[in-house]
Nanobody, 122 residues
Framework: VQLQASGGGLVQAGDSLRLSCAASGRTFSSLAMGWFRQAPGKEREFVALIGWSAGSTFYADSVKGRFTISRDNAKNTGYLQMNSLKLEDTAVYYC????????????????WGQGTLVTVSS
């Protein structure tokens, strides 16, 4: 499966942004999907996950209550709605998909898209 992330940009603290992850190839609807991010000088970290049926979602504590992950299997697209953005949310955001939500959370056994840069300024 090929994944294409988009929607990043430069925003101010407190603003909102929605990222999209368009999938092609293998049936997207059978895969769990997630978002990860990597800030400058830091390791990649898990942000949010959603099961193949959208019945289960998981969030990192740092984004819980501010970010919402969703998916539209009919459009083969996943989303990350980011509200109340903070300076520390600045990072390159990556979408990923895989057959197991458990291993996907660890960043393993996954297909990866290219990143999209989110920059939050004061």
């Amino acid at each position: 499966v090929q994944l294409q992330a988009s929607g990043g940009g430069l925003v101010q603290a407190g603003d909102s942004l929605r990222l999209s992850c368009a999938a092609s190839g293998r049936t997207f609807s059978s895969l769990a999907m997630g978002w990860f991010r990597q800030a400058p000088g830091k390791e990649r970290e898990f942000v949010a996950l959603i099961g193949w049926s959208a019945g289960s979602t998981f969030y990192a504590d740092s984004v819980k209550g501010r970010f919402t992950i969703s998916r539209d299997n009919a459009k083969n697209t996943g989303y990350l709605q980011m509200n109340s953005l903070k300076l520390e949310d600045t990072a390159v955001y990556y979408c990923a998909a895989g057959p197991s939500i458990t291993t996907l959370k660890l960043g393993r056994n996954a297909y990866w898209g290219q990143g999209t840069l989110v920059t939050v300024s004061s």
